[in-house]
Structures are given as C-alpha cells and as structure tokens.
C-alpha cells in the first residue's frame, strides 16, 4: 500500500475527546495491550497529530503520528499497527517468518506467498483468513511487515504452502515507514521453546513404536544404482540380508541402535537431499526454488518399503 509515494492531506494535532476515542478503539483491537502499554502507545499529554493521506491507488489512510513516527494508521475503518509500534510490542500480533531476500519483494508492493514461509519448529501460528498478522525474518523476531492473512492456517497447511498467504499492507522500508525516524529494527531473539514441552514431546514420539517402526522401514529409491557398492560393502550377503544390515546406511538400525526418531528423520532428510542433488538436479534447473527442490525433488528420492 506505501510501496510508492503517498499524498498527504492534512496534518493536524489530535483533539482530547479522539485521543480517547483513539485509546478505545485500540484497546478493542488489541485486547493483549494492557492499561500501561496503551498510555505509552497513545500518550495522554505529549504531542499526537492525525495526517489524513491518499495512497498512490488512492486509497483514504488516516495516520496517527506520535514522536515523530507513524504509530497507527487506519484503512476503511480498521485499525493497524506499524512496524514502529511493533517493534515496541512484537507479540502484538500472530508472528510469519520468511527468508531475508523475500523482504525486498515485500517492499516492492509484492504479497507474501505461502512458498516463502518458514516453518518454525512449533509449527505455523494458528490464524483465521482475514486475520491481521506480523510478518518476521529468520533469526530475528521483529516485524518487518503486516498483512491479512489469506488463508487460515488450517488451510495453509491443506494447500502444501501453495498460493498467496498474505495481502501486505505496510513494510519496513516502505514510504510510510520512511515518515517517520526511518530506524532500523531492532534485534529481538526468537522465542525458544519450553523445555519441558521438547521433554514431553521427545517422550511422546519416543513412545509410539508404531510410528518408529514405520520410519525404519523407509529408505531411498534408485538402490539399483549403487547395487555394485552395496555388494562390494556387504560380500556375499544378499540384497535384503544388506538393506537390514546398519552398517550399509540405511535406516534399519539394529536392537543396539541408540538414534532417535529425530534423528533418523535428519539422516533420511539429508540422504534425500544429497540424492535428489546428484540424480534429480539438473544445472539448468538451477537456481531452484526451495519448495521446488524439496516437493517436486527430494519426496521423490523417498519411499515406504
């Protein structure tokens, strides 16, 4: 929306009865804000001005500028934070990562498509389509830029991360972040998870033996290529004698095998790629997408036997 120049209006100090009103309707928008933050956020005495704006499309935005920088800015009735008052408040929001490269698309007037997520191991945040949501880099939890989702997440993870997943509406870089002191955001580590909560899930898979011996059971395509070196490494045995044997690489370990679940995942996960690398990767595919390598390249490298 502020990826081109916009025009200002008017640009007026804020009136007592809609410094109120403004205090009101951002506690209905953001009930997590409590009393404090929202003084500091809409302050009761320091300087407030209100800048009534078009948008290159045209667009009617209201601006609510405090300190020297846009705070807030409202589009057709509907309230939202800049990445200023983000940063002050970064768990305002549901929180999307995505990679540092994809920022520039963003400030460019691009939306946010599902492909460039990343996905914490949490998991993605749960959101509703048309909710309001944060946009983050890797390795750094301050917003860069907001947008509406496009998508529950529900319907996020149906679609394979497909598709657009978020109208953006502001970026940091944009014009609207240039009204302001044009700072840089701030470096907030990502959130770690609770140890106990890695301790209960490390217990839960650890647990389901049926899933375990599912795993085991996978194991890479394209054996027939390296039949030579799996006969020259296991002697006289026979091809399913090697394939059960650990020391041949697959992930059949044996009863004295300490790995765990995870780990195999990590091992299997890396097979894949180096395989899809040297069979499935062509240099003229190159560069490729990493949803591509990993969808249409490494799940092919893979399967249940």
Known sequence: MFAKAFRVKSNTAIKGSDRRKLRADVTAVFPTLG?????????????????????????????????????????????????????????????????????????????????????????????????????????????????????????????????RGFSVLHTYQDHLWRSGDKSSPPSIAPLALDPSDLSEEKGS?????????????????????????????????????????????????GPTDSKTLQEQMDELLQRCFLRALKYRVKKADLPLLTSTLLGSRMFSCWFAR
């Open 35 to 163: 009393t404090d933050q929202i003084s500091e956020l809409v302050p009761g005495k320091e300087e407030l001005n209100i800048v009534k704006l078009y948008a290159h499309r045209g667009d009617a935005v209201t601006v609510y500028v405090s300190g020297g920088n846009p705070i807030l800015f409202e589009l057709e009735k509907n309230l939202y934070p800049t990445v200023y008052t983000l940063w002050s408040y970064p768990d305002l929001l549901a929180t999307f990562t995505t990679w540092p490269l994809v920022l520039e698309k963003l400030v460019g007037g691009a939306d946010l498509m599902l492909p460039g997520l990343v996905v914490p191991p949490a998991g993605l945040p749960q959101v509703q389509k048309g909710d309001l949501c944060a946009i983050a880099l890797v390795g750094n939890r301050a917003p860069v830029a907001i947008g509406v989702a496009a998508m529950s997440t529900a319907e996020m993870l149906t679609s394979g991360l497909k598709g």
């Open 205 to 253: 898979v650890q647990a389901d033996t049926t899933l375990q011996g599912d795993m085991r059971r996978l194991t890479l395509e394209g054996e027939e290529e390296e039949e030579g070196e799996v006969q020259q490494r296991c002697g006289e045995k026979s091809p399913s004698e090697a394939t059960e044997d650990p020391s041949v690489g697959g992930l059949s370990p």
